[in-house]
């Protein structure tokens, strides 16, 4: 049973704005981790697409698009993924990830563009 | 350009033991902070880490599993060797390895994966 919480399906039509949530359970406060994101297509293996700890500290995989960006909302206790600018290939599951001594993964999302 | 493959059996009956070896290139787990982790998705499922082993050949492993793994490294060969003992069927997956980068916790980049099934 993953232990990070990740809606199974979401959906947005091209042009438009996915915002995948990752949510940490209880005892995990988002506000200490960077949480981190894949992406998979099917038959291949993830690929990383960034980081997020805060606005001062991110960062992107190497030729990952700006379209990607990483946030998080503290109130929730959840690390969020948004893509701008839907494309069709954008579709895809998406998983997220943080360390904690261990690697915890998220049960992933997947992403129809609509 | 960092690469890494997974090799082993695609095959293996239950109550086995799984050996899997991933040969790496474009990066030496002699460095410090880097490791090499393993990850394995059964098919149309999520992911799930199993265990990592860093430069300094320090291991972690995952708690619902340490029973039955063991990782460890040939630096002079640029492999790592994982095993899970007493297979069944629930762990046909597909296995990954993955380079851990120094910089932080991600994995960048993984391997192509080899599909192992547990099957009589």
């Known amino acids: 049973q993953p232990v990070l919480l990740q809606p199974p399906s979401s959906s947005a039509s091209p042009g438009e704005s996915a915002r995948l949530t990752c949510t940490l359970p209880r005892g995990f406060s988002v506000t200490g981790y960077n949480v981190y994101w894949y992406q998979q297509k099917p038959g291949s293996p993830p690929k990383y697409l960034l980081y997020?700890?805060?606005?001062?500290?991110?960062?992107?995989g190497s030729g990952v698009p700006s379209r990607f960006s990483g946030s998080k909302d503290t109130s929730l206790n959840t690390g969020i993924l948004l893509i701008s600018g839907l494309q069709s290939e954008d579709e895809a599951d998406y998983y997220c990830q943080i360390w904690t001594n261990i690697v915890l993964f998220g049960g992933g999302t997947r992403l129809t563009v609509l | 350009q960092i690469t890494l493959k997974e090799s082993g059996p695609t095959l293996v009956r239950p109550t086995q033991t799984l050996t899997l070896t991933c040969t790496f290139s474009?990066?030496?787990?002699?460095?410090?902070?880097?490791?090499v982790g393993w990850i394995r998705q059964p098919p149309g499922k999520a992911l799930e880490w199993l265990a990592l082993i860093y430069w300094d050949d320090d291991k972690r492993y995952s708690p619902s599993l340490k029973s039955r793994l063991t990782i460890t490294k040939d630096t002079s060969k640029n492999q790592v060797v994982f095993t899970m003992t007493h297979m069944d069927p629930v762990d046909t997956a597909t296995y990954y390895c993955a380079h851990r980068v120094r910089s932080g916790a991600w994995f960048d980049p993984w391997g192509q994966g080899t599909l192992v099934t547990v099957s009589s």
């Open positions: 997020y700890f805060s606005d001062s500290d991110k960062g992107r």
């Open positions: 474009g990066f030496s787990l002699s460095t410090d902070r880097v490791a």
